[in-house]
């Protein structure tokens, strides 16, 4: 049985050549526009799909492809979503890898390039969905796609299920890399608007005076640059589920606007007066301590109350016992065959470093931890050579608590990231998986000085 690829562009004539080129290795479905894609996505359920991001009614703009984009991988988050981009537009095309896409494409398309992309495609969905299917069956491993069956993660499952099946705002609290966003999905994929959009925004990514316009939209001419319309996050959350993640770095202003948007259900454009309905269920994360904040007059105590009807806490990495070796191998086996590398292993001495590491950046840090080691193992096992972690900052000789070594680690681990980039914050704060105002939050509490702007 040939593999399901749907194809999605608004050009005729493209969708023709493709079909034509690719129908000898693929079942093909087309749609010209977001509605169509998601139509199609819903019935057919394509491993695969071919994006452009250049979508109606905006082709010349991202967002609606982005949208797309967004809206399928909440349909089926185990789709493979290859982006084709304008040869001058990487930066889209990085914020669509980011935001979920598995590749991307610039045009004019090769299609040798295109056969072999799809081609790994097919086989790393396939590879993934039967281990999904295969964890399912091994004493409850994963749950909605989150690996995992430690104590500690048990709880986090039940009250997934419990907020699921209501519309009440939940907040995830737990350290950065945990898989707050993963939580966030698990309960829209379990909820009755499972076939509505899930968006996403992180608060803190985005600089502030971008922030407003990118969750509530924006009528033409609002500001300079402000060439059409365009509707905000909120709006595309519409019958679906918004998460808003870093909530802590929201500025004040802006707190303001949401809690009227969580009291009234409706939201004002930039430069608008219409008052637009959104029904969208919010949920929020943080790894900040907003009750600290709160008392510090940096977040408001009535948005808190509003957006943590439920609160799940998620338990740092180095608390998941036996959970550290399965998302280890679970990556392993997804980066070793999109490597073309199948059939990688840990060696003994690799699994022994694994369940002793103290995980600082927590599922994240892992996830990258094992990406590098397939790149660097020779042969078929991966050393603790191939890991790195006697040079990841690993030197907690005198740290006579679990909280001095974990403060030892994170230490070196920033002076590390900021070594490597000069000084330089942003790109200091990417490799670590921070946002800027939590590095320099996290430098404040170790006492590492600002030497350089970032």
């Given at each position: 049985?040939?593999?399901?690829?749907?194809?999605?562009?608004?050009?005729?004539?493209?969708?023709?050549?493709?079909?034509?080129?690719?129908?000898?290795?693929?079942?093909?479905?087309?749609?010209?526009?977001?509605?169509?894609?998601?139509?199609?996505?819903?019935?057919?359920?394509?491993?695969?799909?071919?994006?452009?991001?250049?979508?109606?009614?905006?082709?010349?703009?991202?967002?609606?492809?982005?949208?797309?984009?967004?809206?399928?991988?909440?349909?089926?988050?185990?789709?493979?979503?290859?982006?084709?981009?304008?040869?001058?537009?990487?930066?889209?095309?990085?914020?669509?890898?980011?935001?979920?896409?598995?590749?991307?494409?610039?045009?004019?398309?090769?299609?040798?390039?295109?056969?072999?992309?799809?081609?790994?495609?097919?086989?790393?969905?396939?590879?993934?969905?039967?281990?999904?299917?295969?964890?399912?069956?091994?004493?409850?491993?994963?749950?909605e796609g989150i690996l995992g069956g430690s104590p500690k993660m048990l709880p986090v499952f039940d009250l997934i299920r419990k907020v699921a099946?209501?519309?009440?705002?939940?907040?995830?609290?737990?350290?950065?890399?945990?898989?707050?966003?993963?939580?966030?999905?698990?309960?829209?994929?379990?909820?009755?608007r499972r076939d509505g959009p899930f968006v996403a925004i992180n608060c803190g990514a985005i600089p502030e005076n971008l922030l407003e316009s990118?969750?509530?939209?924006?009528?033409?001419?609002?500001?300079?640059?402000a060439h059409i319309q365009r509707e905000g996050r909120i709006e595309k959350a519409q019958n679906g589920t918004l998460f808003l993640d870093e909530?802590?770095?929201?500025?004040?202003?802006?707190?303001?606007?949401?809690?009227?948007?969580?009291?009234?259900?409706?939201?004002?454009?930039?430069?608008?007066?219409?008052?637009?309905?959104?029904?969208?269920?919010?949920?929020?994360?943080?790894?900040?301590?907003?009750?600290?904040?709160?008392?510090?007059?940096?977040?408001?105590?009535?948005?808190?109350?509003?957006?943590?009807?439920?609160?799940?806490?998620?338990?740092?990495?180095?608390?998941?016992?036996?959970?550290?070796?399965?998302?280890?191998?679970?990556?392993?086996?997804?980066?070793?065959?999109?490597?073309?590398?199948?059939?990688?292993?840990?060696?003994?001495?690799?699994?022994?470093?694994?369940?002793?590491?103290?995980?600082?950046?927590?599922?994240?840090?892992?996830?990258?931890?094992?990406?590098?080691?397939?790149?660097?193992?020779?042969?078929?096992?991966?050393?603790?050579?191939?890991?790195?972690?006697?040079?990841?900052?690993?030197?907690?000789?005198?740290?006579?608590?679990?909280?001095?070594?974990?403060?030892?680690?994170?230490?070196?681990?920033?002076?590390?990231?900021?070594?490597?980039?000069?000084?330089?914050?942003?790109?200091?704060?990417?490799?670590?998986?921070?946002?800027?105002?939590?590095?320099?939050?996290?430098?404040?509490?170790?006492?590492?000085?600002?030497?350089?702007?970032?």
């Open positions: 049985m040939k593999p399901r690829l749907l194809i999605v562009d608004d050009d005729e004539e493209i969708r023709t050549q493709m079909k034509w080129a690719l129908s000898g290795d693929c079942e093909i479905l087309i749609a010209g526009d977001r509605a169509a894609a998601v139509e199609a996505f819903r019935a057919q359920k394509p491993f695969a799909v071919l994006l452009d991001l250049g979508l109606p009614p905006h082709p010349a703009n991202p967002d609606e492809g982005l949208a797309t984009l967004s809206e399928l991988l909440a349909l089926d988050r185990l789709a493979k979503i290859a982006v084709i981009t304008g040869q001058g537009e990487k930066e889209t095309a990085l914020r669509a890898i980011g935001e979920g896409a598995y590749d991307f494409l610039c045009k004019p398309v090769a299609m040798d390039e295109l056969k072999l992309l799809l081609k790994r495609c097919f086989h790393v969905s396939e590879l993934e969905r039967e281990f999904a299917r295969l964890q399912g069956l091994w004493n409850g491993d994963s749950f099946t209501t519309d009440a705002p939940v907040l995830i609290l737990g350290e950065s890399g945990t898989g707050k966003e993963m939580v966030a999905r698990a309960i829209h994929q379990k909820s009755p990118e969750l509530f939209g924006h009528e033409r001419g609002a500001f300079t640059g909530i802590g770095e929201m500025p004040p202003a802006l707190q303001v606007k949401l809690l009227r948007f969580l009291q009234e259900q409706t939201v004002e454009r930039v430069g608008g007066r219409e008052e637009i309905r959104v029904n969208a269920r919010v949920i929020a994360a943080t790894n900040a301590d907003l009750k600290k904040d709160m008392a510090a007059g940096a977040f408001r105590e009535d948005l808190f109350y509003r957006l943590a009807v439920v609160q799940i806490l998620l338990p740092p990495l180095r608390e998941r016992g036996d959970d550290v070796l399965v998302l280890a191998k679970s990556f392993l086996q997804r980066f070793a065959d999109g490597a073309n590398k199948s059939g990688l292993a840990f060696d003994a001495e690799a699994l022994r470093a694994l369940g002793k590491h103290l995980w600082p950046g927590n599922v994240r840090e892992l996830e990258n931890c094992i990406r590098r080691a397939v790149i660097m193992a020779e042969g078929k096992r991966v050393s603790v050579r191939d890991l790195e972690l006697s040079t990841n900052g690993i030197e907690i000789n005198g740290a006579v608590t679990i909280k001095d070594a974990r403060e030892a680690v994170e230490r070196q681990m920033v002076q590390q990231a900021l070594r490597k980039h000069s000084g330089k914050i942003a790109p200091a704060a990417v490799e670590l998986g921070l946002s800027r105002p939590t590095l320099y939050e996290l430098m404040d509490k170790l006492g590492i000085a600002k030497d350089r702007p970032g």
